[in-house]
C-alpha cells in the first residue's frame, strides 16, 4: 500500500492533514468550505445587516403597508406574471 494506514483503517498519504480538521457540510456537495474564523465573521456582517435593515424598517413604516398591500392585491388577483404585475404595480 502506498501511504500509512490510520485508527480507521483508511489510507492517507504522508503530507495529507486528517480530513476532519476542515471538514464542512459543504465540502460534501463540492462546495468549497470555510474555516472557523470566517464563519464567524459572516455570521457578525449578517447580524449588523440585520440590524441596520431594523433600524431602516423602523424609519418608514410606509414599507410594510406597501408590502402587505402588494402581497393582498397578489393574492386577490393571482397573476400568471408575478415579476410582471410587481413592475406594473410598483
Known amino acids: 500500500m502506498s501511504g500509512a494506514e490510520d485508527e480507521n483503517n483508511s489510507v492517507t498519504s504522508e503530507h ?3 480530513a476532519d480538521i476542515f471538514k464542512n457540510n459543504h465540502d460534501l ?3 468549497s468550505g470555510i474555516i472557523e474564523a470566517q464563519k464567524h465573521e ?4 449578517k ?3 440585520r440590524m441596520e ?3 431602516y424598517l423602523r424609519a418608514h413604516p410606509e414599507i410594510s403597508t406597501l408590502i402587505s398591500l402588494f402581497v393582498k392585491k ?3 388577483e393571482r397573476p ?3 415579476l410582471k404585475f410587481a413592475g406594473s404595480f410598483f
Open 47 to 49: 447580524l449588523e445587516l
Open 80 to 82: 400568471d406574471h408575478i
Open 29 to 31: 456537495i463540492g462546495v
Open 42 to 45: 459572516i455570521e457578525k456582517k
Open 53 to 55: 435593515n431594523e433600524h
Open 16 to 18: 495529507q492533514q486528517p
Open 74 to 76: 397578489v393574492l386577490d
